[in-house]
């Protein structure tokens, strides 16, 4: 049996930074509360509701923001790229993106969220997995982030 996936949004909490000392707990900390959204929510609404995370994405608003593309197979490239088709999107913090990307869900799909750098390798930005069970849950949302690169993201989707 297979699905369809649709990625309606992608959220921005924090594009990847350059720092050099490790925010990944504090961050985790703060986001702690909203890992688990209310499904059907508008993700934005329920993340600013927090103080801490709110305040984390006015911070993060001086960041640069991420050369965002989607892929859904672990090898960097635009030209991978299921969205936004052989370019790139520009994602600073708060931005919402629409998307509307359909996808096959064969048991499960994984969906990666990359930076494209123009003097480095692309940067994982994090990623999350879609599953054919989720199928009639209604709107669902999933937290990509990355140790490493401190970004975080949140990918809205619904499963038919």
Sequence with gaps: MTAT??????????PSTSTDFSLA?????????????VPGGSVLQQVT?????GQMIQSALDDE???LYVTTDSNAGADHAVWP?????SAGAGAQIPLGVQLT???SQDVFLWD???????????????TEDEQGSGSLSKLAHSE????YYYVEYHVD
């Design 5 to 14: 996936a649709t990625i309606d949004e992608i959220v921005c909490l924090r």
């Design 25 to 37: 707990g504090v961050i985790d900390g703060l986001l702690q509360p909203v890992y688990n959204l």
């Design 49 to 53: 509701g927090n103080p801490d995370v």
């Design 65 to 67: 923001p991420d050369d």
């Design 85 to 89: 088709g052989g370019s790139t999107f």
């Design 105 to 107: 869900v064969d048991g």
């Design 116 to 130: 494209q750098d123009d003097v480095s390798a692309d940067d994982l930005l994090g990623s999350v997995t879609i």
């Design 148 to 151: 490493e690169e401190h970004s």
